[in-house]
């Protein structure tokens, strides 16, 4: 079949979360499954034209402010596998991809409007027809509008559209001022049916509103977002759309991802010999300066600090936990005060504490591969990628019971990871217990990495769910 996946970032072109990762994997897979896929995003800034060829064919997108134009780039991976990169200088060659230190850019609403329809003109401008059109979060809302609306007596109108959620926290709210500047027609404008919310607009809501088919990137997410607590104001539309609602569980880059192969580790490893885990544990302390050979366990995080991590429940807790001999590491940025946080809880524990604020790829795979448990206390987790390379590298991911966490570590006694349900300081602490209870016996420790190193996550899985799903829309 014929794919046109959008997507406002794709890895490793633009990244600022798993969404970056998705669309950098999932579209490859489908490709490797012999279907033909042209994936649609802006050319940022920070994505240089030497390895993109011109197409020879722009976009022209007229709007009530004006008339909008840029040439269509493109880079060929694979024979089935096309990337087109929308350039655009005004609207994408900025200091960041949604915002800058100031905040959201405040013509976001023309920048994704331009995308979202400018995906749809780029497969007419090259001819090609899709089966599929596969969207991704609010950024590309107004596709499947555009597509029931402006492009149903086209060669285009047959397309299904498949809208993935992978956070329902974004929604892309605007001012109704919008519908006007960017043309939409005023009878859109309604709770119903259309693009109101709260007398804002909103361009997800349109996006689940107007396509065929929704997923989101785990089964219980799809389950959590239909219920008040987790459903962002969106839960009573999408229990009416919960027939059409299905979650997949995102997969990962098993190649980047596997501690048999990584370079970034001092000394690979594998389930049959995890010899090599003890060198990237010592590694590991001292790039933190912590001592090297001590026999007290190692727990890790690597995250971004954001209220959604559950960071502010994490720093509550580890004052106390530190009172045991334990080493804890962290590597991650974000919000000021959980940056505070992490620096203030190693002043006052020097020796057991180790933090590194910002972003290092390899520091990343060490936290992964030289940890005995990795922290996960999120508020919410659509899905989680951590704990899937925690569990991939024999490392024990202690995890709170909710979305994508509770899909892959399997918290029973002969499991391969540890759960807690509550959003509470003792639930942590109780669960942190538990992982030294599980330290002191190693033969059950060793049981436990195993298992999760004999886990599939990988895309190819994945793909082949969206796959079936693809197939039943085009058969109904």
């Not at 780039?73 to 991809?97: K, T, V």
């Not at 029931?148 to 001022?177: C, D, P, W």
């Not at 088919?213 to 389950?223: E, G, H």
């Amino acid at each position: 079949m014929k794919i046109l996946y959008v997507a406002s970032e794709v890895a490793p072109f633009s990244k600022t979360g798993g969404l970056g990762d998705v669309a950098g994997a999932l579209p490859a897979e489908l490709a490797a499954l012999g279907h033909e896929v042209k994936v649609v995003t802006p050319r940022y800034g920070s994505i240089k034209t030497d390895r993109l060829t011109p197409t020879g064919h722009h976009l022209e997108l007229r709007f009530p402010f004006g008339v909008e134009r840029g040439p269509i780039l493109s880079l060929r991976p694979s024979p089935n596998l096309e990337l087109l990169f929308l350039e655009h200088a005004h609207y994408y060659n900025r200091g960041g991809i949604y915002g800058d230190a100031w905040g959201e850019f405040g013509d976001n609403h023309r920048r994704y409007a331009y995308l979202s329809i400018g995906a749809l003109q780029a497969a007419q401008r090259l001819g090609f027809v899709p089966d599929i059109v596969h969207l991704n979060d609010w950024q590309t809302g107004l596709t499947p509008v555009a597509l029931q609306r402006a492009y149903q007596a086209t060669a285009l109108g047959r397309a299904k559209s498949v809208l993935t959620i992978h956070n329902l926290a974004y929604q892309g709210q605007f001012g109704k001022e919008i519908m006007g500047d960017l043309g939409l027609p005023w009878e859109l404008f309604t709770a119903e049916h259309g693009l109101e919310f709260y007398d804002t607009v909103n361009f997800l809501k349109g996006a689940i509103q107007f396509s065929d088919a929704l997923t989101t990137v785990s089964p219980t997410y799809a389950r959590e977002i239909q219920q008040p607590e987790g459903g962002a104001n969106l839960d009573g539309l999408l229990r009416k759309r919960q027939g059409v609602l299905t979650g997949i569980l995102n997969g990962i880059d098993v190649h980047e991802w596997s501690p048999e192969t990584d370079t970034y580790l001092p000394e690979r490893y594998g389930a049959n010999d995890l010899k090599g885990k003890a060198a990237c544990r010592r590694e590991l302390l001292r790039r933190f300066g912590l001592d090297a050979d001590t026999q007290a366990p190692v727990f890790g995080i690597v995250s971004r600090l954001a209220w959604q991590k559950g960071v502010d429940l994490l720093l509550e807790v580890m004052p106390q936990a530190l009172q045991a001999d334990i080493r804890f590491v962290a590597v991650g940025s974000g919000e000021g005060r959980y940056e505070d946080g992490l620096r203030a809880l190693q002043h006052h524990f020097p020796g057991q504490v180790g933090t590194f604020i910002g972003f290092d790829q390899g520091l990343s795979h060490l936290v992964e591969a030289g940890a005995d448990f990795f922290i996960m206390p999120s508020r919410y987790e659509p899905c989680g990628l951590n704990q899937m390379y925690s569990l991939r590298y024999g490392t024990v991911p202690i995890v709170r019971a909710t979305g994508g966490l509770v899909d892959t570590v399997d918290g029973s006694m002969d499991g391969d990871g540890i759960l807690f349900e509550a959003f509470h300081p003792a639930a942590l602490l109780a669960a942190l217990r538990r992982a030294l209870a599980l330290y002191a016996e190693p033969a059950r420790l060793l049981g436990f990495r195993r298992r999760g190193m004999g886990r599939d996550f990988s895309w190819a899985a994945s793909a082949r769910k969206y796959e079936r799903l693809f197939t039943s829309l085009l058969t109904q």
